[in-house]
Nanobody, 115 residues
Framework: QVQLVESGGGSVQAGGSLRLSCTAS????????MGWYRQAPGKERELVAV???????HYNDAVKGRFIISRDRSKNTLYLQMNNLKPEDTAMYYC?????????WGQGTQVTVSS
């Protein structure tokens, strides 16, 4: 049973930075596609950034140039470096791999950005 654990969220002022981490048990990091997603209150979950083996990383236009996704398979960890945060980035952030057919989600980590 794969378990995803997100961490690193918090409350910051606009313009600040956070680094999210996602660790996973099992064979999650053998998947070729994985990414970060977020869900704000009253909104649907949306893609933030996704990375695929042998393909360029893809970012939501709203975060392009500010967020960087990276992965360290030796540590079974997926990262999201978030810079120049904006109030509209406020959401619960999740790692996952729905494009690879993996339907599980962790508990998420809350990011709150104040103006």
């Amino acid at each position: 049973q794969v378990q995803l654990v997100e961490s690193g969220g918090g409350s910051v002022q606009a313009g600040g930075s956070l680094r999210l981490s996602c660790t996973a048990s099992g064979n999650f990091f053998r998947l070729s596609v994985m990414g970060w997603y977020r869900q704000a209150p009253g909104k649907e979950r949306e893609l933030v950034a996704v990375m695929s083996d042998g393909a360029p990383t893809h970012y939501n236009d709203a975060v392009k140039g500010r967020f960087i996704i990276s992965r360290d398979r030796s540590k079974n960890t997926l990262y999201l470096q978030m810079n120049n945060l904006k109030p509209e980035d406020t959401a619960m952030y999740y790692c996952g791999a729905p494009s690879a057919g993996f339907g599980g989600w962790g508990q998420g980590t809350q990011v709150t950005v104040s103006s």
